[in-house]
């Protein structure tokens, strides 16, 4: 079917009668300008660090996202403790939380936290895929889902935050559960200030020429967040948590004097 | 719903400007995303330069759409995923409906899609057996009520609260109430329900990159993610023009379609989809497929007068400003597609004879091409349309739409080009006007065939002397 339907199109296009495709459709190396941008996300000052900070600061209001600046791992874990204590769950009357199995979320040690104590937290589990012949049981899978269902707080990382947009990307990964950030009514990222970006143009000039992203690619789940969930579907007024979390908090992490 | 009722154009159009309550939403609607749209092209980093770098990306897209389809097929495969090809609705139709059985599908969550809407998807699902739920809450409110979307970006925007209370109470059972966010938590708790247990997501897709081997989905509820995350298969459908060949092309397009869509910088849930997922991932669905919709577009794409409407994404943009969709709305043009991007793509996609009311009822003012992301040339194809339905086209189809008209225009022609019989014509004219019924001096009505333009409006008649004779008088008087 490919055959003839991609056939349709050559005669549409008159490839027959000697219109050829263009030669320079895809890009293999960056233009002038996308260099210029690279150099500066990699010599960032740290007073450009701070006129993102504010930039961020300035839109996150405007986009109901509730924005959390610490200074060290300790006070964000304690913050973060003081959100899942303040705030009840949508659905049903216990407290679960779901995470990440992520470098810097597993740092904060939440399940350490003496005021967490009863409070089950849920870590996305990795599974060993190294040996083909055995397979991922689904009932692991099947398990975390429920876990993540019955959870009104997850716990996510991102791995760049946008400050002109307050725009979260995440990838999918091994421990990097996409429902995390997306099943429970409250989602929180947690992000190191040195992974802020100023712009998307940024974002996506990284993603596309940086050698190491250029590597992993887009993987098979790309997801840009910015801000919660809403709809103006009816009377085009504007109501947060449509499907997905109806609170976004972003938590960044400076950097220790 | 498949097919169009153009054909009740005027009919509906007539209802529509008597409905109070779909005027004052359309007022408000164009009130609010026409100007911030506007306002918003104008904080473009690159500034509005990008939005005419972007339509040349996008005809390029158009003009090497063979290569790209090729690419992202043979990208999205190496991640793992299926790409089918499906040249008609029925087809596509077929394919999903294919999927679903073989896989044992019973229930189908669904995020806002034009191609499935265009292709009449539910339909086929639905006669397979299958459930079908429509997430976004727009689109969820219109399912309920068992109506078409009366606008691509907000369809529901014509049901007031105190209706849409009324019609969640009746298919929810939910206490009445007409509390906007009261209404949508009813809903988010239905949805969520069936998120949670779907055995199928099915998506659109707004821009595909060819180079990555990603579809993109935007959606501000979130209802897209979930529908594309939750359950076991993920089938995307996708009509063959929305892909562009790189990522630094795509990221452009996709913030111009934000601020046409929604008036935002980017859309609140952009969500990169390149196949299943992969081995080791705890979530994500099992299988994924690509469905890749002609349906009508290759014809388009042949005839290089109407190629550039295959540039277009779908944005409602064009909707927001035009004056004519502002009065008549969404329904009077009886198709998926409304507004001025309806009146193009509806006859070009469904026949030109059997919409032919919809080119013919836009204004060609240029608003649409204006507050077009891209500034695709919409008047330049409506009148185009216009030349085919008065001249016919066998190459379309076409049959001389007005032959009365057409006579008529002929005469005039002729009239025109005749000075001699021009005052002729003008003489009896002027004297015979005289007999017509007038108003405040405004001739009422007109005989037959003329009958249709003073149906609306009062006409001035002509004045006593032509132009050409007070010159005359006037040179004479100076001498």
């Known amino acids: 079917m490919q055959q003839t339907f991609i056939s349709t199109i050559k005669q549409a296009l008159g490839r027959s009668q000697g219109s050829k495709p263009a030669e320079d459709l895809f890009t293999t190396e960056p233009s002038e300008h996308e260099k210029i941008v690279l150099t500066q996300i990699q010599q960032r000052t740290s007073a450009q660090h701070n006129a993102n900070m504010s930039r961020l600061r300035e839109v996150t209001g405007p986009l109901y996202v509730n924005l959390h600046e610490h200074s060290s791992l300790e006070e964000t874990a304690e913050a973060i403790a003081a959100l899942i204590k303040e705030k009840s769950p949508e659905w049903g009357t216990e407290k679960h939380v779901c995470r990440w199995d992520h470098p810097l979320i597993n740092q904060l040690k939440l399940e350490s936290l003496p005021e967490l104590s009863g409070i089950p937290i849920h870590t996305t589990p990795i599974f060993d895929v190294t040996d083909q012949a055995r397979p991922i049981p689904s009932s692991q899978k099947e398990q975390f889902r429920a876990q993540v269902e019955q959870s009104f707080i997850g716990i996510t990382s991102a791995d760049y935050c946008v400050a002109a947009t307050a725009t979260l990307a995440l990838r999918s990964r091994p421990g990097q559960s996409r429902s995390v950030s997306l099943v429970p009514s409250i989602h929180v990222a947690v992000v190191k200030e040195k992974k802020l970006l100023s712009t998307l143009e940024e974002l996506y000039t990284l993603l596309k020429w940086d050698p190491a992203e250029r590597k992993e690619g887009l993987t098979n789940n790309l997801s840009l967040i910015s801000g919660p969930s809403k709809t103006g579907d009816i009377e085009l007024i504007m109501v947060h948590g449509a499907h997905g979390p109806r609170e976004l908090h972003l938590f960044i992490i400076g950097e220790e004097q | ?479």
């Open chain 2, 1 to 479: 719903m498949a097919g169009i009722d153009s054909e009740k154009y005027k009919q509906n159009a007539h209802k529509a400007i008597a409905d109070p309550v779909l005027q004052s939403a359309l007022t408000s609607l164009q009130g609010r995303l026409g100007p911030a749209t506007k306002k918003l092209y104008n904080t473009l980093p690159e500034g509005q330069e990008l939005r005419k770098i972007a339509h040349q990306y996008r005809r390029k897209a158009i003009d090497n759409l063979d290569v790209l389809l090729e690419t992202l097929a043979e990208n999205i495969r190496s991640h793992g995923g299926q790409v089918h090809f499906a040249p008609s609705a029925e087809d596509a139709v077929e394919i999903c409906v294919r999927i679903a059985l073989e896989n044992h599908v019973r229930t189908v969550v669904k995020g806002k899609s034009m191609v499935t809407e265009e292709i009449g998807l539910n339909d086929g699902l639905e006669q397979a057996g299958i459930e079908v739920t429509e997430t976004d809450l727009g689109e969820y409110i219109i399912q309920l009520a068992g109506e078409r979307p009366t606008h691509i970006v907000a369809p529901a925007i014509h049901k007031t609260r105190e209706q849409i209370g009324e019609l969640f109470t009746e298919k929810l059972g939910t206490p009445y109430t007409d509390d906007p966010p009261t209404l949508t938590q009813d809903a988010r708790r239905a949805l969520r329900e069936k998120f949670l247990t779907a055995d199928m997501g099915i998506s659109g897709c707004n821009l595909a990159c060819a180079e990555t081997g990603h579809i993109t989905t935007v959606s501000n509820e979130g209802n897209i993610r979930m529908a594309t995350t939750l359950p076991k298969l993920h089938v995307a459908v996708m009509g063959m023009e929305r892909i562009v060949a790189n990522l630094e092309e795509q990221q452009a397009i996709l913030r111009l379609m934000s601020m046409g869509a929604a008036s935002q910088q980017i859309g609140g849930y952009v969500s990169y989809v390149g196949g299943p997922a992969a081995p080791g991932h705890s979530d994500g669905p099992e299988q994924f497929h690509l469905i890749i919709v002609d349906n009508g577009r290759s014809k388009i794409l042949a005839d290089e007068t109407f190629r550039e409407m295959l540039c277009c994404i779908r944005c409602g943009a064009c909707l927001n400003i035009c004056p004519v969709y502002g009065k008549i709305g969404g329904h009077s043009y009886g198709s998926a597609y409304s507004g001025p991007v309806g009146a193009v793509v509806t006859p070009l996609l469904f026949g030109i004879n059997d919409a032919s009311d919809l080119c013919s009822g836009e204004s060609l003012c240029g608003a649409c091409r204006q507050a077009c992301p891209l500034e695709i040339n919409l008047p330049r194809m409506l009148l185009a349309l216009r030349s085919k339905l008065s001249e016919g086209d066998p190459s379309w189809q076409v049959k001389p739409a007005r032959n009365q008209e057409r006579w008529l225009f002929r005469c005039w022609q002729f009239v025109n080009g005749n000075r001699t019989l021009y005052n002729l014509f003008y003489a009896v004219a002027r004297k015979a006007q005289k007999i017509l019924p007038t108003q405040d001096g405004m001739i009422r009505k007109l005989p037959y065939p003329f009958n249709g333009w003073t149906s609306q409006r009062n006409m001035q008649p002509l004045a006593p002397k032509t132009f050409m004779q007070r010159w005359q008088e006037k040179q004479e008087g100076k001498k």
